[in-house]
C-alpha cells in the first residue's frame, strides 16, 4: 500500500512546522533550564588541532530535555591506574529551533559543539560535550528538530571560566593553583 500523497514528508511543509513546535513545547514541559557555555579558542594549533588556552565567556540559559532517563549512565565510578576515575554520562537533547533563536543569533555557531560545557543548576553539576548528534538515520516528515548532546562530566585543566555565572566561574577559583605571595 503506498503513502499517503496528501502528505509531503521531504519538503518544507506545515506538518514539519507543526512538529517542531510540538517538540519545542514538550522539551518546554518535560525538560530542565541548563546553562550553555561555548567553547573560545584562543591559540589553535594547526598541527595537532588542539587550543592549550581555551575559554568560557559566554553563558545561554536554555532548555534542554534528558534523554537518558535511568540517570547518568556511562562507566560511572571505576579505579584505573591513574585512580579514582569519575565516568558519569548523560544525553541531553536540545531543539534546533531553540538553538538557534537563543545561541545561533548570538554567536554565530551553526549547532552546539563538541568541547563546549553545560552547567546543570539542579545537580550543580558541570557537563562536557563529547559527541553532538546532528543526524539521524530516521527524519521525523523530513527533517530533524533536535540535536543530541552526549556529555561527560568536566574535568577542569586550566581553562578560563568568565560566564557571569558564580557557580560555573567559582570552578576555576577552586581549582586553579593559588598565588601565594612570599616576600
Same mark, same amino acid.
Given at each position: 500500500?503506498?503513502?499517503? $500523497?496528501?502528505?509531503?514528508?521531504? =519538503?518544507?511543509?506545515?506538518? %514539519?512546522?507543526?512538529?517542531?513546535?510540538?517538540?519545542?513545547?514538550?522539551?518546554?514541559?518535560?525538560?530542565?533550564?541548563?546553562?550553555?557555555?561555548?567553547?573560545?579558542?584562543?591559540?589553535?594549533?594547526?598541527?595537532?588541532?588542539?587550543?592549550?588556552?581555551?575559554?568560557?565567556?559566554?553563558?545561554?540559559?536554555?532548555?534542554?530535555?534528558?534523554?537518558?532517563?535511568?540517570? !547518568?549512565?556511562?562507566? #560511572?565510578?571505576?579505579?584505573?591506574? !591513574? #585512580?579514582?576515575?569519575?565516568?558519569? %554520562?548523560?544525553?541531553?537533547?536540545?531543539?534546533?529551533?531553540?538553538? @538557534?533563536?537563543?545561541?545561533?543569533?548570538?554567536?554565530?555557531?551553526?549547532?552546539?559543539?563538541?568541547?563546549?560545557?553545560?552547567? !546543570?543548576?539542579?545537580?550543580?553539576?558541570?557537563? %562536557?560535550?563529547?559527541?553532538?548528534?546532528?543526524?539521524? !538515520? $530516521?527524519? %521525523?516528515?523530513?527533517?530533524?528538530?533536535?540535536?543530541?548532546?552526549?556529555?561527560?562530566?568536566? =574535568?577542569? @585543566?586550566? =581553562?578560563?571560566?568568565?560566564?557571569?555565572?558564580?557557580?560555573?566561574?567559582?570552578?576555576?577559583? @577552586? $581549582? @586553579?593553583?593559588?598565588?601565594?605571595?612570599?616576600?
Amino acid at each position: 500500500m503506498p503513502t499517503n $500523497f496528501y502528505f509531503n514528508n521531504f =519538503e518544507s511543509s506545515q506538518e %514539519q512546522l507543526l512538529l517542531e513546535s510540538l517538540i519545542v513545547e514538550s522539551i518546554k514541559i518535560y525538560g530542565h533550564d541548563v546553562y550553555y557555555c561555548p567553547k573560545t579558542h584562543l591559540e589553535r594549533d594547526g598541527i595537532y588541532l588542539e587550543d592549550p588556552s581555551t575559554e568560557y565567556n559566554n553563558a545561554f540559559y536554555i532548555e534542554m530535555y534528558i534523554k537518558s532517563v535511568d540517570g !547518568f549512565e556511562g562507566d #560511572g565510578k571505576f579505579y584505573s591506574k !591513574f #585512580g579514582l576515575e569519575i565516568r558519569d %554520562q548523560v544525553t541531553f537533547t536540545v531543539s534546533r529551533k531553540s538553538f @538557534s533563536e537563543e545561541v545561533q543569533t548570538t554567536m554565530g555557531t551553526l549547532r552546539p559543539n563538541e568541547g563546549d560545557i553545560i552547567y !546543570f543548576p539542579m545537580t550543580s553539576k558541570i557537563f %562536557q560535550i563529547r559527541y553532538v548528534e546532528s543526524t539521524a !538515520f $530516521f527524519y %521525523q516528515l523530513g527533517s530533524l528538530q533536535t540535536y543530541d548532546l552526549v556529555c561527560e562530566m568536566f =574535568e577542569y @585543566s586550566g =581553562e578560563k571560566l568568565n560566564t557571569g555565572i558564580p557557580d560555573i566561574d567559582a570552578l576555576e577559583d @577552586s $581549582f @586553579s593553583p593559588a598565588m601565594t605571595n612570599y616576600s
